[in-house]
């Protein structure tokens, strides 16, 4: 199983920008699907972005025109663009994807990455 791990989290002004990625410790080929949730506190983890091995996206209604992802398989990365940041994108982003090793498949999660969007 390949291993996920998060950067770029940080502080930003709401309306601000932030580039997050997901480094892979192997070929992100092997994943079928990744994707990035989000998780306010208390609230729980919330699909935001996801992005197939074929290269079709899909966005949650809140952050569509307004977040991008993208994967790069040459680098094993994949990223979430994060654009005019509001308040409740605060949270721990993580990074997903689904491994298939055989006939198993393996959902994966990194440790995850703070934002903080200042209002």
């Known amino acids: 199983q390949v291993q996920l791990v998060e950067s770029g989290g940080g502080l930003v002004q709401a309306g601000g920008s932030l580039r997050l990625s997901c480094a892979s410790s192997?070929?992100?080929?092997?994943?079928?699907?990744m994707g990035w949730y989000h998780q306010a506190p208390g609230n729980q983890r919330e699909l935001v972005a996801s992005?197939?091995?074929?290269?079709?996206?899909a966005y949650a209604d809140s952050v569509k025109g307004r977040f991008t992802i993208s994967r790069d398989n040459a680098k094993n990365m994949v990223y979430l663009q994060m654009n005019s940041l509001k308040p409740e994108d605060a949270g721990v982003y993580y990074c997903?994807?689904?491994?298939?090793?055989?006939?198993?498949?393996?959902?994966?999660w990194g440790q995850g990455t703070q934002v903080t969007v200042s209002s």
């Open positions: 992005i197939t091995s074929g290269g079709r996206m």
């Open positions: 997903n994807a689904d491994q298939i090793i055989g006939i198993k498949m393996y959902n994966l």
């Open positions: 192997g070929s992100i080929f092997s994943l079928n699907r």
